[in-house]
């Protein structure tokens, strides 16, 4: 008996020198002090702790108030964003539930000291800001206005910013000088600030419900027909003096799906996209 006992001691004090042996080779060694910890498990706790939550997505439409901005407010309203917009009349008339989930500013983008705080906490903006008028007044706004946004949201560290531009119409670009120079000279200062973030959509005629008070224009009447024929009809375009003018129209419900993706979808590629691009990414899926 006593010779038996010996031999399951002396059996299990081998089994641990080999254990300890094993260990040991690896380059580790795990004492049985309680007061001692593995020092691996150490980093591994510490990489769990202070996790900061995903940033919140704040969009700031400008122009959130006219045809192609209120589509877009209500398109990143449905997306679950957070939407703040800025214009010169600040909240529209429009009578439906997504108006109230949005928060609007009041501003002039041609006197900073009036909009500037609307820029706080905002990850991406979109510029539907534009209009007619003398050639100087055209320029100003669809040129200068977009300028002053595009520097200042470079200077607050805004991530993306998506220029609602316009397609060339060749001829009709003399006649309406003001309007194309100034779209020109915002699209130049936003691939040059935004660089790795900017984003201009060049449309032509976008046709959609347009509110005029309280009437409702449905252009889709015109406009619908005409993209179904012109989207096939791209070798026109080619035509001198007058191809511009085959430019198919497109539907605001295309033109603000791609800008909200491309306000906020970090592998949206930056740079131009015409119109044929436009109804190429509004029929894609978002990459998830």
Known sequence: MTSLTSRLIHSRTSLSKLYTMAVSSNGRYLSTD?????EPFKVEEAETLNVPPPPTEKLLV????????SHICKEAVDRGLTVASLSRSGRPSIQESWVNNVIWHQGNLLSSDSWMQALNGV??????????????YMYKINGTANINAIRAASEKGVKRFVYISAADFGLVNYLLQGYYEGKKAAETELLTKFA???VVLRPG???GTRNVGSVKLPLGVIGSPLEMVLQHAKPLKQLPLVGPLFTPPVSVTAVVK???RAATDPVFPPGIVDVYGILRYS???RAT
Do not use: E, H, M, P
């Open 283 to 285: 029929q894609q899926q």
């Open 123 to 136: 990850t991406s903006v979109i510029s539907c800001v534009g209009g007619f008028g003398s050639q100087s």
């Open 205 to 207: 005629f976008i046709y």
């Open 258 to 260: 791609v800008a909200v």
């Open 34 to 38: 309680s007061n001692k910890v593995d």
């Open 196 to 198: 790795y973030g900017g």
């Open 62 to 69: 400008l122009g959130g108030n006219g045809f192609v901005g």
